[in-house]
Nanobody, 114 residues
């Protein structure tokens, strides 16, 4: 049974930083594409960043240059380093994995507010 557990969300002031982590279990982590999506109130879920099993990265235009996705296959963990946070980054952030079938974490709230 695949499980994805996110951590690292919270409240941060504009311009601040957070690092999200997602640890996976029940899967051969290195074979999966991993990513982060987010969903703000009243909006559709959107891709933030994706990293393939080979290490290729796709980052949304809205966060490029501020957010960095990385993975540690030895720790079965994918990270999202978020810098220069803006109020519009406020959302629930979901960890995502895919290898034909998709799996989702429960989500972690990120709130950017002064």
């Amino acid at each position: 049974q695949v499980q994805l557990v996110e951590s690292g969300g919270g409240l941060v002031q504009p311009g601040g930083s957070l690092r999200l982590s997602c640890t996976a279990a029940g899967m051969r982590f290195s074979a999966y594409a991993m990513g982060w999506y987010r969903q703000a109130p009243g909006k559709q879920r959107e891709l933030v960043a994706l990293i393939t099993s080979g290490g290729s990265i796709n980052t949304a235009d809205s966060v490029r240059g501020r957010f960095t996705i990385s993975r540690d296959n030895a720790k079965n963990t994918v990270y999202l380093q978020m810098n220069s946070l803006k109020p519009e980054d406020t959302a629930v952030y979901y960890c995502y994995s895919n290898r034909g079938l998709s799996y989702w974490g429960q989500g972690t709230q990120v709130t950017v507010s002064s």
